[in-house]
């Protein structure tokens, strides 16, 4: 045990005066063991003091926020059998009384003498009424709720309160600020113009102004930033000097011709990005990169070209597609572009017969270069490749990491080329993908016509109904989503199955209506798919199983019902599914929701941007609707927010590279503090970090 009035950061947190054993333990679930983590445990939210009005001043109508003592309090039964929990609050101006209806149980939680904090609409009932939007109960008497106050309010848990978190860490803040030094080099604070640690930790849990806490915050999330910049950055450097990779070289015979030969312009983007790869395949070093793109961006034909580079050197390349219809539209898409050059693409999947299948395998064996298109038929262990040199893996995040790794094993250090169709603002992507290499395509092929996007009440649905009708009986094709496949009785959505059943024998009678969800096992699956690209069926009913699908260019209507139960990001994959011909396409979105799922929605229906709706869907749903937890780091962040800090992400980034530039092990010492809060936050950091 510290000796009395002595705390050091490393202090069991037990050992605290106002601590003990039993909130030491209710302390340990919130992950403070030591001290100093004290330091780090930030505030979730603020409570602003400084603004208060005088109860006197106070009148029906205004929004108010007032500090004041509960003088008298009571749960009040109304006839209808309500009961509102209702207390008097007064000040040195005059009092006011609070009610909180539905809310008795309150009664248990404030008592007469404590100060409040209270923020909400004063109303007119017997009187003036607050109605309190939200309140803090800062205790009996409490000396620190007097006006001009920002009060931090921290995340709790059972047997700690934020009140009683908030007194322990006042208690003892001044003592572990004088005990904090900081890490990050004078320069790097001084460019990014970043209070200092111990005074971003004061302005954090004593702040004297909302402002002032920002700048706090902002000077701690800066500092996981960069940490998880320097990793990144660090654990690239070194696997780009780790991996030896083919070095091809741009003899510019089948891609000049490719290029001569398409009914089209490339996009600026695509130009773009293709010197990007073309100089990492060109390269000593292994290629691994990202080329994320918008629906419609043309990912697949940059894959080609990165292929027939390879294939021009005397390698083989694989393209691996999540689905047989994928696979086979990809195929078909390659075999059209390629026969100018008279190379015919290789087809591998799942339900490729044994007789075909035989010579394929054994043609992949040898060391002749070859284009080779599939499913995860291609990572099966009878499947062998001879001289395989670049691989491409469409919808990546539908494969697994082993898979993905499977087939990048397949040959001797080959360039990998990851695509993906969910776009994010590329600082993100930076850190979102660790240590790829990113390139972007953010420019939509010309002469694509943009979707009709609308949203329709359920008092519409006859109109809409209709409309879909009119579509199919003009020659096109439909899809309708749902969000599930059977109606439940816990929730009153529309389900795929029942509404198969009413549409084809009502709006949709005489039609051909097919059923597609994710139990019908995945043979009927692409049968049904390839049924619907064949225009052998006019509407499909379905639910997200359609959301990585092939491209039908006579599908012109994609119509949502429960649109509200759908990220932003999901529907634009399922949007994405039209507007692949020369006619007009829509989606609609049809049904009811609260306003802020219609605010939601509208932001959706106003654009096409890609990027626009995956920042926006960050912003809603998370990282983790978007990413699976395990590349989305959210884990490493416990204060910084990716979306919401992506200007700082870009300055962490750029602090990282200049401080590795000059020191790539982190030895000089102006970097030892750097070093060592890297590795106290990440101890196996260091590792990245031995020189040698």
Same mark, same amino acid.
């Given at each position: ?55 006197? %001043? ?108 908030? %007194? ?70 070194? =696997? ?15 891609t000049t011709k490719l290029k001569s030969e398409l009914p089209f312009e490339l996009t600026g983007a695509q130009v773009r990005v293709l010197r990007e790869i073309f100089a990492d395949m060109c390269g000593d070093r292994r290629m691994h990169r990202l080329l994320q793109g918008d629906v419609g961006s043309g990912k697949t034909i940059v894959a080609l070209f990165a292929a027939l580079l390879a294939y021009e050197n005397g390698y083989q390349a694989a393209i691996m597609a999540p689905t047989e219809l994928l696979a086979e539209q990809h195929h078909r898409t390659l075999r059209r572009l390629l026969a100018p050059l008279e190379i015919e693409p290789l087809l591998l999947t799942g339900s490729v017969k044994t007789k075909t299948r035989a010579p394929l395998e054994a043609r992949l064996k040898t060391e002749e270069p070859v284009i080779a298109v599939g499913t995860h038929a291609l990572v099966q262990t009878t499947t062998a490749f001879g001289k395989l040199g670049f691989v491409a893996i469409d919808e990546q995040h539908r494969f697994g990491v082993e898979q993905r790794a499977a087939l990048a094993k397949k040959g001797q250090a080959p360039d990998v080329l990851l695509l993906s169709a969910t776009p994010i603002p590329r600082s993100l992507a930076l850190t979102v993908y660790g240590d790829l290499d990113? %390139? ?28 879909? *009708? ?22 009153? &959505? ?32 692409? %049968? ?48 994405? *599914? ?10 609609? /979105? ?38 699976? #937890? ?20 870009? &300055? ?13 092990? /982190?030895?000089?010492? #102006?970097? =030892? ?20």
């Open positions: 045990m510290p000796p009395a009035g002595r705390v050091a950061l490393d202090t069991p947190v037990g050992y605290l005066k106002g601590v003990g054993p039993i909130r030491a333990e209710a302390f340990r679930k919130l992950g403070i063991t030591k001290a100093g983590d004290l330091l780090f445990h930030i505030p979730h939210r603020y409570e602003d003091a400084s603004t208060i009005s005088p109860i006197s %001043s106070v009148d029906v109508g205004m929004d108010a926020t007032i500090v004041g003592k509960v003088i008298s309090k009571g749960v009040l039964p109304t006839r209808k059998g309500l009961r509102i929990f209702q207390a008097v609050i007064q000040d040195r101006s005059g009092m006011l009384e609070a009610a909180w209806p539905g809310q008795p149980f309150l009664d248990r939680s404030i008592d007469k003498g404590d100060v409040l904090l209270l923020s909400g609409p004063v109303r007119f009932y017997h009187g003036r009424q607050l109605a309190p939007r939200e309140y803090v109960n800062f205790g009996p008497d409490d000396p620190g709720a007097a006006p001009g106050r920002v009060f931090a309010v921290y995340p709790a848990t059972e047997g700690l309160t934020f009140r009683t978190i908030r %007194s322990i860490i006042d208690a003892h803040l001044d003592q572990l600020l004088a005990r904090t030094t900081d890490h990050l080099p004078r320069a790097v604070l001084q460019e990014l113009s970043l209070p200092a640690l111990p005074d971003a930790l004061r302005m954090v849990h004593r702040p004297t102004s909302i402002r002032e806490a920002e700048r706090g915050r902002d000077r701690l999330a800066l500092d996981e930033l960069m940490f998880l910049q320097l990793l990144h950055r660090r654990a690239h450097a070194l =696997a780009r000097t780790a991996r030896r990779g083919i070095r091809f070289v741009n003899k510019k015979e089948l990113v %390139s972007t395509l953010d420019e939509r092929p010309p002469g694509r016509r943009p979707v009709t996007t609308v949203l329709r009440r359920e008092s519409g649905r006859e109109k809409v109904l209709a409309f879909v *009708r009119s579509q199919v009986e003009e020659g096109r094709q439909a899809y309708v989503v749902y969000p599930v496949i059977e109606e439940s009785e816990k929730s009153d &959505l529309k389900a795929a199955t029942t509404m198969f059943e009413q549409l084809s024998a009502g709006a949709f009678a005489g039609l051909r209506v097919a059923l597609l969800h994710g139990r019908i096992p995945a043979d009927q699956r692409e %049968s049904i798919m390839r049924q619907f690209r064949d225009g052998e069926i006019d509407i499909l009913v379905a639910t997200t199983v359609i959301e990585v699908g092939i491209d039908v260019a006579n599908a012109t209507v994609m119509l949502i019902e429960h649109p509200e139960r759908f990220g932003l990001s999901q529907l634009h994959q399922l949007r994405g *599914r039209v507007g692949r011909g020369a006619e007009s396409s829509y989606c609609i /979105l049809l049904g009811e929701a609260g306003q802020e799922s219609m605010e939601r929605l509208e932001l959706f229906a106003s654009t096409d941007d890609g990027f626009e709706i995956a920042r926006a869907d960050l912003r809603i749903r998370g990282m983790g609707d978007l990413f699976g #937890q395990q590349q989305s780091g959210e884990a490493m962040l416990r204060i910084a927010d990716l979306v919401r800090d992506e200007k700082l992400n870009v &300055l962490a980034r750029e602090a990282a590279g200049k401080t590795l530039a000059g020191d790539a092990g /982190l030895e000089k010492p #102006q970097n =030892a503090g750097l070093k060592r809060a890297l590795s106290a936050r990440f101890p196996r950091a260091l590792e990245l970090f031995r020189v040698g």
